[in-house]
DNA sequence: CTGTTAGCGCTTTCAG
DNA sequence: CTGAAAGCGCTAACAG
């Protein structure tokens, strides 16, 4: 009786027993051996025993144990993305991409946010590991100098690509676009329209794109022999919050600006919105440029002008590289791609008819 | 010689030799069970111990196989989400969310996206299930219409938890906003305004939030002695591009409406866009309304009344709802949770001074 | 507190 | 084409 009890409670809290090849090899008479291959494409078996195989895993409601096998085949199938955020417009494309590609291929994809936090990203790392990744695809975090925390991949084997936040030793695949010359031809589109004074937003200069945008903006400014002026710089989070702060900065200035050229758009709308609500007009006053091409961007008004730079493909073809990788595991190649952008001028910033 | 060629080919291809337990033990004369016990954070094993122990695991770069222990185990320690798409800002809330407090409880979080098609939904739930996950977060696809591919899970004791787009029958845990009511909201509010001939955008029927919604929308005109009109309902994928299509057909209805509400904001942007370059006035001639708050309201001029309800949180919620469900497994218990929006009122709507 | 032992479910030689 | 057997790395009784 006591012993019964037991039994039901134990029936209770235990999910119901995993059908497994033995479950399916007694059945049918055979072993476990021919049951796992039969299960498998390959060549090898009969015909008809293979299935006789399906039909009843079918109908005994069998699911591979993935632990199972990744334990005895030493790859994982499982594919580990780390970024900064998840929610954010750009992030939420790429990852998008990397989906589509990585499922295409069977892949299982594991992602984490480091929350701009290099500990975190650390964490996330170490535990990428321990799920044993065929491949890792990363955007560093804001505050990250060192990458030694993904060395234990690269000892391993294991490829690991950066995209967009990427480390800048020329050790490791990267994707990414010419931030420099995108923000020189920004700047450039600016001064061509007549500005003379412009404002540069920019964020964290550990980082390559803001680094990169910084530094294609101050070359336009000597090529066009306009003085650079530190104080004309004001770097922050490129948050929308840091946008209007930079607003009230920018109307402090004397003489006023007449051009602004921020690093991101979602920093640089809140920006606008404040400048027009102190009645600048844009661009007649004030011409103003981004980078990202948020979907915000044509919304405003006037329309931002900005560089226009594809999330949904930065992830497809990092995801594409890094399978690659994989294929040739060992070669631990330092592949670099460089991806396209696009200049995309709207009225923000056109003040002399519509050529740049 | 020939030897040794193949040797450093083999060294070359295959990844390092793992480090093991076993390895940890042989080095510290101790056995196997000893260095797992000491790996773990439990009581039961000598201080000292388990400090050489750590130390050496640190010094060798052990990292534990989680495939092996998983196995062993029976418990994955694994979330799944299957999402209808990644790159959409409510979706990319939610899974911030999500990721969050899994991460927090130590999970590691599986990902992968539907689009919209049912098929794709089932792969993804059957890649969940080989992955043995411990629970399961879900928004359905556009066309899905049965869960029977849901049913292994609950079978087996993994809790299923449905979130935004749920299942209708109360059988399953579910977390939503109470669309019908948020509707009903907004239209009243239009009706509060002055209008008298409302347009309704809104998507595919077999989705409880669209046809909620449009129950909302139904039911407020009823309460308000205005008559349903079948002819002003447009239903369509709620895209920016449906939303364009949707403004011409508004534009040529005689008379012409004179308010809109959108089952989604992404979609009424684009129609106010093509109403306001068709010269109406927004709200004057036509009142309009969205549902979202998506950060492009507040962009657009006028800026657009709608639904706040928030991604994040629900997300939050979701992977709490799913880790105390997880906790106590078995009891398969069916626990909705209905979350709270808020009617957010901008001049978009408003056409009698401030209030609603 | 520690060691011995067995086994999670699957794949893969190696023989037949 | 199929079966027997070993083992991937870890953990949990159980016994000491």
Redesign the interface.
């Known amino acids: 009786m006591q012993k019964n009890i037991q039994c039901i409670i134990h029936t209770?809290?235990?999910?119901?027993k995993e059908v497994t090849i033995y479950d399916i090899a007694k059945k049918l008479n055979i072993s476990a051996a021919t049951v796992s291959r039969g299960l498998q494409d390959r060549a090898g078996t009969n015909k008809d025993t293979k299935k006789r195989i399906l039909d009843a895993a079918a109908e005994m409601?069998y699911?591979?144990?993935?632990?199972?096998s990744?334990?005895r085949n030493k790859r994982?199938n499982i594919i580990g993305v780390i970024v900064p955020?998840?929610?954010?417009?750009f992030?939420?494309?790429v990852?998008?991409g990397i989906?589509k590609e990585v499922?295409n291929a069977n892949f299982?994809?594991?992602?984490?946010?480091s929350l701009e936090n290099m500990k975190k990203e650390a964490g996330?790392a170490?535990?990428m590991?321990?799920?044993?990744v065929d491949g890792l695809l990363v955007s560093l975090a804001y505050d990250t100098k060192s990458i030694e925390h993904f060395e234990?991949f690269i000892?391993?084997?294991?490829p690991v690509v950066f995209f967009d936040r990427v480390y800048e030793d020329k050790k490791h695949a990267a994707i990414y676009i010419d931030n420099y010359k995108a923000a020189y031809e920004v700047t450039t589109h600016l001064i061509e329209q007549g500005c003379k004074r412009i404002v540069h937003l920019t964020g964290n200069q550990m980082q390559n794109v803001y680094a990169d945008r910084f530094k294609g903006y101050k070359q336009a400014l000597t090529d066009h022999q306009i003085p650079f002026n530190e104080d004309m710089v004001i770097i922050s989070g490129l948050s929308s919050a840091d946008g209007a702060i930079a607003a009230e900065q920018i109307l402090k200035m004397k003489p006023l600006p007449d051009g602004v050229f921020a690093a991101n758009d979602q920093c640089v709308?809140s920006c606008m919105?404040v400048l027009k609500k102190e009645g600048l007009k844009i661009p007649e006053d004030i011409a103003v440029a981004g980078f990202n091409n948020d979907?915000?961007s044509c919304?405003?008004?006037p329309n931002l002008t900005t560089i226009n730079y594809k999330g949904?493909e930065m992830g497809q073809v990092a995801a594409k590289l890094l399978m690659e990788l994989m294929y040739k595991?060992?070669?631990h190649s330092a592949e670099n791609v460089v991806l396209n952008y696009e200049l995309i001028i709207r009225e923000s910033s056109l003040r002399n008819g519509k050529k740049s």
């Open positions: 209770m809290n235990k999910p119901e409601g699911h591979s144990n993935s632990f199972a990744k334990l994982s955020r998840l929610n954010s417009v992030m939420s494309q990852i998008a989906e499922s299982t994809l594991i992602i984490s946010q996330s170490a535990a590991y321990s799920n044993r234990n000892k391993r084997g294991t709308i919105q979907p915000v919304i405003i008004e949904y595991k060992g070669a």
